[in-house]
Structure formats: C-alpha cells, structure tokens
C-alpha cells in the first residue's frame, strides 16, 4: 500500500523534526516503525523530489524523484522524468487536447 500523509515541514522544530530532509524522513520512518514502510518527503513548490507526489504517482529511486502517471500509452518518459507526447503540441497560444486513437494534438479542446 502506497500513502501520503501530511507531516511537519522540515524547517519546523515541533515533535523533535527539523532541521533537514534528511531528519524527517528518519524522524517519521520510526514514528510508523513497521518493515517494508518508507518514508520519502514530497514538496508543494516542486523543490523537492522534482513534483508533489500524488494518486498514482510512482517514486524512482534511482533519480530521487516522484513520477507522475503516464497521461496516455503513446506517451513516453524523457530524461528529465516528463511524459512526452510523440508530436510535440503547437506553441501558437491556441488550445488543444491530445487525441490518442489519431496521436495528434486537436484544436479546441
């Protein structure tokens, strides 16, 4: 099972959590104390861990970041961890909606 819970923020002193990421992970981890439980921070403002983390979200331990779901199966994952569309949308201003039956960007939508 996969959950976010809200937590003190690192630069708060209450509970004895402060100071670093790397206290509150530890700090929270003891606090739940049970096996195969890990506890990783996300951030709101997107300076930690590259995006809040969120339903369906997966973690990449490799990169230290939070992935967000694949918005569609044409879509590929860069490696900046953004999904990409197979053609890139029109940068006119104008607003569209990916189409996936035709892999293209539609107008209006």
């Not at 490799?62 to 953004?82: C, E, I, K, M, R």
């Not at 201003?93 to 539609?106: F, R, T």
């Amino acid at each position: 099972m996969i959950q976010v819970s809200v937590g003190v923020d690192e630069t708060a002193t209450q509970n004895g959590v402060g100071g670093s990421t790397e206290a509150w992970e530890q700090f929270y981890t003891q606090a739940v104390n049970q096996e195969g439980i890990y506890i990783k921070r996300t951030s709101y403002n997107h300076r930690m861990r590259k995006q809040y983390a969120g339903i369906g979200y997966t973690y990449d331990a490799d990169a230290d970041v939070f992935v967000a779901p694949q918005p569609f199966p044409s879509w590929t994952l860069d490696g900046n961890h953004d999904w990409q569309p197979p053609t890139p949308k029109p940068d006119d201003g104008g607003l569209y909606g990916w189409n996936e039956a035709e892999l293209k960007w539609v107008a209006g939508q």
